[in-house]
């Protein structure tokens, strides 16, 4: 479990940057918002453009995907209806933090140690940096919209999809990738530059935004629920659902263990930049990273494969 603890500790030194940098009184205090500005209009996109146009379509059809997302919209549904009486922007940013799960930078070492292969990680990863948050910004925006007095239409929402720069870099990613257009070193280049951005920013931003608010003492009610329904629900129901399909103990293993990951820091990201429940996605992100470690834990050891 040696890689797992490193995938922990790299996130914890990269949040304790970001957390001492918000402490330098040369630091403006608008530096959270401007590192999430900066992750959320340039590097996420790039990252989402890199990702889905390198992505191999097949990999969409893996059947642990299924417990997967069965598992999400289960743990989704769990945040909506204990929120139900929130507005519509509470309720996305509060089922995001309790079903969106970190992928990338901790599940690709977890994959490859833990489950033996960092491939495990990558359908996961496709599905919802293509599809989930693509939707939930749509969503976030669609409101606005209607907040603004403009009519939704299918115009307006075509507008919506093109003017959020994550959604775009998304879909302009699919879109090479499906049609195997070999973009020139020239462009390529320099959109990998930026995507390796991505990661990092909203790491150091999660840090800064700590530091801003402090570290919480305790958690709210909500975040208690938040924090059992990422933790113990999610990977619960991602191994119910594999092995009720009849899944092997690999997929099994994969599903629930992949389920487990914490919070990702993106959803931190989107809080930030939507001005929407703020403190609560810090201290899901927290503990959820914290509490992700010993479920992850047992989950592998509870899933042998072989």
Excluded at 96 to 101: D, K, R, V
Excluded at 214 to 240: D, E, F, I, Y
Excluded at 262 to 289: F, G, K, M, N, W
Aim: glycine letters at 8%.
């Amino acid at each position: 479990m040696l890689a797992v603890l490193t995938g922990f500790s790299t996130i914890l030194v990269a949040v304790a940057v970001g957390h001492a940098l918000g402490g330098l009184k040369a630091f403006p205090k608008e530096a959270v918002s401007t590192v999430a500005a900066l992750a959320f209009y340039v590097a996420t996109p790039a990252k989402m453009f890199q990702v889905a146009s390198r992505a191999d379509p097949s990999a969409l059809f893996s059947s642990y995907l299924l417990a997967f997302l069965g598992a999400s919209l289960l743990t989704v549904a769990v945040s909506v209806v204990v929120g139900w009486r929130l507005s519509t922007e509470r309720k996305v940013m509060t089922a995001m933090g309790a079903a969106y799960t970190n992928t990338a930078n901790l599940g690709l070492p977890i994959a490859h140690h833990v489950l033996g292969d960092a491939a495990w990680v990558a359908p996961l990863f496709l599905v919802q940096v293509m599809f989930l948050q693509p939707l939930a910004l749509l969503l976030m925006d669609a409101v606005r919209a209607r907040g603004d007095s403009r009519r939704l239409g299918v115009g307006a929402l075509a507008r919506l999809v093109l003017s959020n720069p994550v959604t775009l870099g998304t879909m302009l990613g699919f879109l090479v990738g499906w049609s195997r257009v070999q973009l020139p070193a020239f462009i390529s280049a320099p959109i990998d530059l930026l995507a390796e951005m991505s990661i990092p920013l909203m790491l150091i931003a999660f840090g800064l935004g700590l530091r801003a608010s402090g570290l919480p003492r305790r958690l709210t009610s909500r975040a208690v629920v938040m924090v059992a329904a990422k933790c113990l629900l999610m990977p619960a129901a991602a191994w119910t659902i594999a092995t009720l399909a009849g899944m092997g103990p690999e997929q099994v293993r994969a599903a629930t263990v992949l389920s487990a990951l914490p919070t990702a820091q993106v959803v931190l990201v989107h809080a930030i930049r939507y001005d929407v429940e703020v403190p609560l996605i810090q201290q899901v992100s927290v503990a959820t990273t914290v509490l992700s470690m010993p479920v992850i834990a047992v989950g592998a050891l509870l899933t042998p494969c072989g």
